[in-house]
C-alpha cells in the first residue's frame, strides 16, 4: 500500500504542477478559459487583423465587422465581461455595428482615450467603387454610442487617393491627442505605404508631412505595405510592414512628429532586412521597449528552397541597427519542422518575456490551430512556459488563427482571434483565450493612477500618485537626454499602503531642447517595471508659423524677431527670415525647414 500511495501521491503533485503551468488555461474566464463571441465575421488574414484592448476595470473591447450575407458586412466594436461574457451595458447587448458605407465595411485597429472613449479605424467600400477605396475612424462614447463631436455624428470618412485602393492597418493615438494610422494604397498592382495624422475632431493634421500624410516609397520603384505603427516618447512614429523591389525586405520607417524621415534611425531614417520573394512575408507587429529598443515580429520563409514559412522575432537599437545581443545576432527564426507557421501578433511582459501568437499548421490533423509562443528577453525559447515546450496549441475549431495578444496586469496571457470549422465558407466567430501567463507573484500590484511632468519657473516638477503599493522598495527617476540614453536622477523612497500615494519630485531645468522622465518602480525582490515616459521642452525662442503649406507666404509670430533661418529639404541654408509675413512665392514647390537655434519647423511650398 505504501508504494500505492506514494505514487497515487505523486500523480496528485504533478497534475497540481501542470494545472500551474503558465500556459495553462484560466477556468475563470468562460469555464474553461476560451471563449467564441456570437458574431459570423470574415477571416481578414493576411493583410488585416483585428485589436482588442483591455480597459481599467478588466473588460475586453475588440474590434471586427458582421457579415450580413450578399458581401455586405457592417463594422464591429464589441465588448466583453472580464469572465468572457458579452457585455450587455454595451451598445446593442455587447456589439456596436454601423455600415459606414453601403458595401464592405472593416474595424481594423482600436484605441481607448484617457476619458475612456474608444476609436476605432478601418476601411469601406462605397457604392460606385470597385474595391475598398475610403478609411474611416468612428469615436464612441464609453457606453458604446456613436460620440457625434468627432467628425460627422460620430464618423470621419477619408479618401487619400481618387483612383488607388486604400487600406488600413492599424490606428495608434499621441498624447497631443490627435491619431495616426498606417496602412497602404494600391494603385495598378503597386502598393504606397502611408501614414497619416488626424487631429482630435477627426479631421487630416495639414501640418503633418504633406497634407498629414506621409508616403514611402519616394520614387524608388518599390511596392511597400506598413502593417502596424507605434507612436514614441517623443511623438516620433515608427511603421513596419514590407516592402518588394528586387526582392522582398522586412521594412521599419521612423518620421519625425512633424512627418520627415529621421535620420538618425537606420539608414536615412530606414531599417531593412532581407527576407524571401513571397508577398505576405514581412512585420505584422512592432513594440517599443522603455529603453527604446524596438521589437518587431512577423513570418517568411528561412530561404528560397524553404518549404514551410516560419515566425520571426528582430531586435533594433534605438538608432535602428540590429541589436547583438538577442538571439542571432537581433534575429531569431522560430521553426516548427516540416510545417508552417506565422506570427501576427505580439506583447511583452514587465520582466520583458516576449509572447506571440499567430498560427501554426497541424499536419496530423490538418488543422490550422492558434499558437502562443514565449521567448526569454534576450529572443531564446522559454521552455518554463509550457512543460519544457515554449508553445502552445489552440484549437477552437478546425480552423483557428491568433490575431493580437496582451498581457494583463495581473500576468495572464488574453489572446484574440478567428475561429471557424468551415474555412471555405468564410464564416468565422471572434475567439479568445485566457491563460496563467507570469508565475505567481512576478507582476507587482502597484497600479499608477496619474503621472506629469510639467515646468515650475526654471524646474522641473513631477508627481505621481500609486494605489495597491504593498511591496515596493522605491521609485528611481530616470532621466534622457538625447531620446532614449537614461540616467538615474533621484531614488525616492516608497510609502508603502493599500491607499492611494502622491510623490513629488523636483529638479532645474539645465538644459535645452526636449527632455524625458521615466519611473523605474522597483520591487524589493529585485524586480521592477517601468512607467509610460513623458517629455518637457524647453526653448530659447517658441515660434508659431502658419500656414504650413501655402502657395505664396508665411506669417512667423515668436518671441524673438530674428534667428529664423529656411533651409530646402536637403539641408541646405537658403537665406534668413523675419518675424512677421514672408513672402515665399519665388521657392520652388517642395518642403522647406524653417529653424531657430532650438526649434525646427516644416512647411511644404506648392
Known amino acids: 500500500m505504501k508504494h500505492i500511495y506514494t505514487l497515487t501521491l505523486f500523480i496528485f503533485i504533478t497534475s497540481t504542477l501542470a494545472a500551474q503551468s503558465p500556459a495553462s488555461f484560466d477556468s475563470s474566464f468562460d469555464g474553461d478559459g476560451r471563449s467564441l463571441y456570437p458574431l459570423t465575421t470574415i477571416n481578414t488574414l493576411p493583410n488585416y487583423k483585428g485589436y482588442h484592448l483591455l480597459q481599467p476595470d478588466g473588460k475586453i473591447v475588440f474590434c471586427t465587422n458582421r457579415n450580413l450575407g450578399n458581401n455586405k458586412y457592417e463594422a464591429v466594436v464589441a465588448r466583453l465581461n472580464p469572465n468572457g461574457s458579452p457585455d450587455s451595458a454595451f451598445a446593442n447587448f455587447g456589439t456596436f455595428s454601423y455600415p459606414v458605407a453601403p458595401d464592405d465595411n472593416l474595424a481594423v485597429g482600436l484605441v481607448r482615450q484617457s476619458d475612456g472613449k474608444i476609436v476605432t479605424a478601418g476601411i469601406c467600400k462605397t457604392a460606385n467603387s470597385l474595391d475598398i477605396n475610403n478609411i474611416f475612424l468612428i469615436r464612441l462614447q464609453s457606453n458604446g ?44 498592382g503597386f502598393d504606397s505605404a502611408y501614414i497619416l495624422k488626424v487631429k482630435p475632431n477627426g479631421k487630416p ?82 513594440k517599443v521597449l522603455p529603453n527604446g529598443e524596438i521589437l518587431a515580429a512577423g513570418h517568411a520563409y528561412e530561404n528560397i528552397n524553404t518549404l514551410y514559412k516560419a515566425g520571426f522575432v528582430l531586435k533594433l537599437t534605438p538608432s535602428g541597427n540590429l541589436y547583438s545581443g538577442f538571439a542571432n545576432n537581433g534575429f531569431l527564426f522560430y521553426n516548427t519542422p516540416g510545417t508552417d507557421n506565422r506570427f501576427y501578433g505580439m506583447a511583452v511582459e514587465p520582466g520583458g518575456k516576449i509572447v506571440l501568437t499567430g498560427y501554426y499548421y497541424n499536419n496530423s490533423t490538418s488543422n490550422y490551430d492558434a499558437m502562443v509562443v514565449r521567448l526569454l528577453s534576450n529572443g531564446t525559447p522559454d521552455t518554463s512556459f509550457n512543460h519544457s515546450k515554449s508553445y502552445l496549441y489552440i484549437n477552437w475549431y478546425k480552423y483557428a488563427y491568433g490575431s493580437s495578444v496582451l498581457i494583463q496586469p495581473d500576468g495572464k496571457i488574453l489572446l484574440y482571434g478567428l475561429a471557424t470549422n468551415n474555412a471555405t465558407s468564410q464564416i468565422f466567430l471572434p475567439a479568445f483565450t485566457r491563460l496563467r501567463g507570469g508565475e505567481s507573484g512576478s507582476v507587482m500590484p502597484l497600479e499608477l493612477l496619474h503621472f506629469t511632468a510639467t515646468k515650475k519657473n526654471n524646474n522641473t516638477l513631477l508627481r505621481w500618485i500609486t494605489a495597491n503599493q504593498l511591496n515596493l522598495a522605491c521609485f528611481i527617476v530616470e532621466k534622457g537626454e538625447n531620446n532614449f540614453t537614461f540616467k538615474a536622477v533621484a531614488k525616492v523612497p516608497a510609502h508603502n499602503s493599500g491607499q492611494k500615494n502622491e510623490y513629488i519630485f523636483q529638479e532645474e531645468n539645465k538644459f535645452q531642447g526636449q527632455c524625458f522622465y521615466r519611473l523605474k518602480m522597483t520591487d524589493k525582490d529585485g524586480s ?72 525646427t519647423v516644416k512647411i511644404y511650398k506648392q
Open 205 to 286: 493634421d495639414s501640418s503633418f508631412a504633406v497634407n498629414g500624410v506621409f508616403r514611402y516609397p519616394y520614387n524608388n520603384g518599390e511596392s511597400t505595405r506598413f502593417y502596424d505603427l507605434e507612436v514614441l516618447p517623443d511623438q516620433s512614429i515608427i511603421s513596419g510592414g514590407r516592402t518588394a523591389g528586387i526582392q522582398i525586405d522586412g521594412i521599419i520607417v521612423k518620421v519625425d512628429s512633424n512627418g520627415t524621415l529621421f535620420n538618425g534611425f537606420g539608414i536615412g531614417g530606414v531599417f531593412k532586412k532581407q527576407l524571401t520573394y513571397y508577398d505576405d512575408d514581412g512585420i505584422h507587429d512592432l
Open 528 to 599: 521592477y517595471r517601468y512607467s509610460p515616459t513623458l517629455s518637457i521642452i524647453n526653448q530659447d525662442n517658441t515660434m508659431d508659423i502658419y500656414p504650413t503649406v501655402t502657395t505664396s507666404g508665411i506669417t512667423i509670430q515668436s518671441t524673438s524677431s530674428k534667428g529664423f533661418s529656411l533651409y530646402n529639404s536637403s539641408g541646405q541654408f537658403l537665406r534668413i527670415l523675419s518675424s512677421g509675413y514672408n513672402d515665399i512665392s519665388n521657392e520652388k514647390s517642395g518642403v522647406y525647414f524653417i529653424k531657430t537655434k532650438n526649434s
Open 145 to 188: 454610442t456613436l460620440d457625434t463631436t468627432f467628425g460627422i455624428g460620430g464618423i470621419s470618412i477619408l479618401t487619400l487617393s481618387e483612383y488607388g485602393t486604400e487600406r488600413l492597418t492599424n490606428i495608434k493615438q499621441m498624447s497631443s491627442g490627435s491619431f495616426v494610422v498606417s496602412g497602404y494604397i494600391t494603385i495598378d
